[in-house]
Nanobody
Framework: QVQLVESGGGLVQAGGSLRLSCVAS????????MGWYRQALGKQRELVAE???????KYGNLVKGRFTISRDNAKNTVYLQMNNLKPEDTAVYYC??????????????WGQGTQVTVSS
């Protein structure tokens, strides 16, 4: 069993900051990519940011320059530092990870989500 557990969501005023954390636990042999997605009410889930095990990162266009993703491989943890938050950043943020990779591919897991609400 593998679990991804997010924390750090909450209510913040526009212009403020939040830091999300996601810890992967359980029967983990290797982790490839770790990342964050978000889903606002009535909208499709979208990529926020992801980081590969070689440190390369990718960001969604709407968060570039404001959000920073990082990971601690020793702790199987990925972080998302969110600065200059805007009301349109309001969404449920989900942690995602591709792990236990083999020649057959990787297994994908999702966390339960954490709510981020930005007030104007």
């Amino acid at each position: 069993q593998v679990q991804l557990v997010e924390s750090g969501g909450g209510l913040v005023q526009a212009g403020g900051s939040l830091r999300l954390s996601c810890v992967a636990s359980g029967s983990i042999f290797n982790i490839n990519a770790m990342g964050w997605y978000r889903q606002a009410l009535g909208k499709q889930r979208e990529l926020v940011a992801e980081v590969n095990n070689d440190g390369t990162t990718k960001y969604g266009n709407l968060v570039k320059g404001r959000f920073t993703i990082s990971r601690d491989n020793a702790k199987n943890t990925v972080y998302l530092q969110m600065n200059n938050l805007k009301p349109e950043d309001t969404a449920v943020y989900y942690c995602n990870s591709d792990l236990n990779c083999s020649e057959y591919g990787c297994l994908g897991y999702w966390g339960q989500g954490t709510q981020v609400t930005v007030s104007s």
